[in-house]
């Protein structure tokens, strides 16, 4: 994917500031810390477009990324970190469930998972929820840098049976420090956004 150009459409700390729902969009959710704004600046090719921070839980609204005027990224706020405030908490649940559930343009997401450790409660808890919801997902080990080439296949092989994934189900390592996965991600995206998008007045999700 050549990005040619990208720009941040719209921080939306509530649903009446989501941007119009007129083109496909890839949503991406994660652990706090999991390293995705990382992955997003890797993806967009861009320093700094999606603020990276030593502070988990420091991303608080949606982030519309639009990208060559014809579809968005969305960096949704991570979960499963305990020093967010239960207000905080409580504010970002309804936004994001609901986000997930009733976007009409939204293709599928992003599910990150840091390949160091195993999934996390709140990592399966999400999984599960994308498959009720019967949300396309790609699900990404990130920070495979940190791991030996055969660590990197038995935490793929844990991974994918902790979540549960089908066969067929994609799974990717990624590194935002080496690069790794950026093309086979994008490739995967751009068969989500074509697969999943009609047009502004169609179906919305391809389900």
Same mark, same amino acid.
């Given at each position: 994917?050549?990005?040619?150009?990208?720009?941040?459409?719209?921080?939306?700390?509530?649903?009446?500031?989501?941007?119009?729902?007129?083109?496909?969009?890839?949503?991406?959710?994660?652990?706090?810390?999991?390293?995705?704004?990382? =992955?997003?600046?890797?993806?967009?090719? #861009?320093?700094?477009?999606?603020? /990276?921070?030593?502070?988990?839980? $420091?991303?608080?609204? @949606?982030?519309?990324?639009?990208?060559?005027?014809?579809?968005?990224?969305?960096?949704?706020?991570?979960?499963?970190?305990?020093?967010?405030?239960?207000?905080?908490?409580?504010?970002?649940?309804?936004?994001?469930?609901?986000?997930?559930?009733?976007?009409?343009?939204?293709?599928?997401?992003?599910?990150?998972?840091?390949?160091?450790?195993?999934?996390?409660?709140?990592? =399966?808890?999400?999984?599960?929820?994308? #498959?009720?919801?019967?949300?396309? /997902?790609?699900?990404?080990?990130? $920070?495979?840098?940190? @791991?030996?080439?055969?660590?990197?296949?038995?935490?793929?092989?844990?991974?994918?049976?902790?979540?549960?994934?089908?066969?067929?189900?994609?799974?990717?390592?990624?590194?935002?420090?080496?690069?790794?996965?950026?093309?086979?991600?994008?490739?995967?995206?751009?068969?989500?956004?074509?697969?999943?998008?009609?047009?502004?007045?169609?179906?919305?999700?391809?389900?």
């Amino acid at each position: 994917m050549l990005v040619k150009e990208v720009e941040l459409a719209a921080a939306a700390f509530d649903a009446k500031s989501f941007v119009k729902a007129s083109r496909p969009e890839v949503a991406f959710i994660g652990r706090s810390n999991v390293g995705k704004s990382s =992955l997003i600046n890797t993806l967009l090719n #861009r320093k700094n477009l999606a603020r /990276t921070s030593s502070t988990p839980g $420091k991303t608080q609204a @949606l982030y519309f990324y639009l990208v060559n005027r014809s579809f968005y990224l969305v960096d949704l706020p991570g979960y499963g970190y305990a020093r967010v405030s239960k207000e905080v908490r409580r504010r970002w649940a309804p936004l994001i469930e609901g986000y997930l559930r009733e976007r009409e343009s939204l293709c599928g997401c992003v599910h990150l998972i840091d390949s160091r450790h195993p999934p996390t409660a709140d990592d =399966l808890l999400m999984a599960e929820w994308l #498959r009720h919801y019967r949300l396309p /997902t790609i699900t990404v080990a990130t $920070k495979a840098d940190k @791991l030996s080439r055969g660590a990197q296949k038995q935490r793929l092989a844990l991974i994918r049976r902790e979540l549960k994934l089908a066969a067929e189900e994609p799974l990717l390592l990624f590194s935002a420090v080496t690069g790794q996965g950026r093309e086979e991600l994008w490739r995967h995206t751009c068969a989500l956004i074509s697969g999943g998008f009609s047009d502004t007045s169609g179906n919305g999700r391809g389900k």
